[in-house]
Structures are given as C-alpha cells and as structure tokens.
C-alpha cells in the first residue's frame, strides 16, 4: 500500500497553497484535485481582489500557476476524488474512486463548499455571464448598474447590502412574504433607498443574447392570485446557502449542523491529531480565496509540526 506523510484533500486555493508549503517542507504531499480541479474559484471568470495581481487575472490561470508552484517544489498532484476515509487510527486509510488505498500520516482537508443553485438551467447558461454565487468576489462588475439577489436570509442580507455599494439598483427575490433575516440585517435593508424587496416571488428563469438582461418572474399570493412578468437586470446573484463538500467525513471529524468542520480555535487542527482542515469546508463566513489560501498555510506548517513529533 502507498504510503505518504501528508495527503491533501482538494485543489483550491487552500488545497494549492497546502501542496505549496508542504513540498517546500520536504514532506513530498500527494494531493488528489476532486470533482473541480482548481475549486470553486474556477467558477467564475476574472478574480480582481487576490494580492499580486493589479490587473486582475483570469481564474483558470491563477489557479493553474498555484498548481504549476506546488508541482516544482515536489507535490504530487493527482486527479482523482477520495470516496472513503479511516480516521480511527494511524497511518490514516484513504481510498480513492479508482478503489486504490494510500496510508497517510497527516491528512489535510481543503475540499471546500459548494453554492446552492435554484436548480434553473439558465443559471448554468448564464454561468460566469451574470450570475454569480458571490458578492464580494463578482460585486465590482456591476458598478451603476442593476442586480437581484434571491435569498431572505442573513446572506441574502448582507449581499444586498454591499451590492447597494456599488449597484444602481438592487432586487431582493424573497419566496416568502417576510425575511428570515436578523432584525439588524432586516432593518438594514428595508431603510436603503437602492433595495426593493419583492416579496412572494420566485424566478422562472433567466433571458438575455449577451448575458443575463432580466429575469422571468412570478409573484404568488396564493394559487389563484398569480402574476407572471419579467424584470430587466444585469446580474443575478444566489444568496440562498452553501453546502460544505464534507459529507464523507461524517462520524469521523466534528462537525456543525450544516456540515463545516470544527476546527480549534484559531488553529486548523480538527478533533483527530494529524487531520487539519483548511479554506471554506471549515468556514462558513468569510468563503474568500485569499483567506483559503492563508489558512492552507496554516495546515501544512501544523502538518509538519505534528509529524516532528511523531
């Protein structure tokens, strides 16, 4: 059986910049990349707040020099999803979805989270060409101009909020004739003159020959009150949740009730000593690449410092 000191788990930023400070470390990582090589950043198009790049750089190309980097200091990066874990004792069983088996000694996680979609077919049309998952990241093409944004949560909340930064105009689409939002957060948005909350609505779908220009929606007051209509927009924002791609850890790591690992403190150490866990699988705030990365740093150097000990 194959046999490695550290095994990372995911390719986003957190799962590169792992790779990266573990093969300068000289701990020789194999990293396999999951279902979406690169993570979730890879999703959308230019990233125009990662330090290093004044100009912005396209997703797929940052996070292929991530890769090319922790390559030449020697990991091991492999395709492959990693199906089953065995975290009840040391070395650490991992089989893959070609049911090959590796031992490892240390195990770091970066498998991320995944945005919640409507399930529309036009939101994977549009994909990159007006809907976006993320505000902060996606906001700042939307200077001056129209957006929506579907959710009535705390989330959906404090998206609205920024994009009224920045945007012209911005539409809550709430399915329900309230918020499920804080008070704070409810106030917050029903006292800014740039955002109109329409209540009772939901989206049928997404038009536009160029990207998103409006969407198809219906308001519902009750089976038989029911007005369909369209309403122009420039962007289309999901703001209804995300869902941590943790469910194979289940019963072996702790675990809020949404499924983001429990971590300690400050720290990347998990409840099991030698598996740490890193970027947004473990964070359900701030889900930001430039924070993945950071704490993928953390995870390799607890890494190495766990195996001086051993």
């Not at 911005?170 to 409810?186: N, T």
């Not at 943790?246 to 499924?259: A, P, S, V, Y």
Request: charged share 25%; with cysteine.
């Amino acid at each position: 059986m194959e046999h490695t000191k550290c095994l990372i788990i995911g390719s986003g930023p957190a799962g590169y910049t792992a790779a990266i400070y573990a093969g300068r470390a000289n701990l020789q990582p194999i990293e396999y990349c999951g279902l979406q090589m690169g993570g979730q950043l890879t999703q959308t198009t230019i990233v125009e707040n990662f330090p290093g790049y004044p100009e912005g750089v396209d997703a797929n190309q940052m996070m292929l020099e991530l890769r090319q980097q922790a390559e030449r200091f020697g990991a091991d990066i492999r395709d492959g999803i990693i199906t089953k874990v065995d975290f009840s004792q040391r070395p650490y069983r991992i089989t893959t979805d070609r049911g090959d088996e590796l031992e490892a000694d240390t195990v770091i996680i970066a498998t991320g989270a995944s945005a919640k979609y409507l399930g529309l077919a036009d939101e994977q049309k549009y994909n990159g060409q007006g809907v976006s998952a993320c505000a902060t990241c996606d906001g700042f093409f939307y200077r001056k101009k129209v957006v929506a944004v579907v959710g009535g949560g705390d989330t959906a909340c404090e998206e609205a909020t920024y994009l009224a930064g920045l945007c012209s105009k911005v539409y809550m689409i709430v399915r329900k004739p309230f918020l499920r939002a804080s008070d704070i957060m409810r106030r917050r948005v029903e006292e800014n003159p740039k955002i109109e909350i329409l209540y009772e609505h939901n989206t049928l779908g997404l038009y536009g020959d160029n990207g998103v220009e409006g969407a198809h929606l219906v308001h519902r007051k009750g089976e038989a009150d029911e007005k369909r209509y369209d309403l122009p927009i420039d962007g289309f924002f999901l703001a209804i949740g995300h869902k941590p791609n943790t469910d194979i850890f289940r019963g072996q790591l702790d675990m809020d009730e949404t499924g983001y690992l429990l971590t300690e403190g400050m720290t990347p150490r998990t409840n099991v000593p030698g598996v740490f866990a890193a970027g947004d699988c473990a964070d359900p705030l701030y889900r930001q690449a430039i924070v993945a990365a950071g704490s993928g740093c953390k995870a390799a150097l607890e890494a190495e410092r766990y195996l001086n000990t051993l």
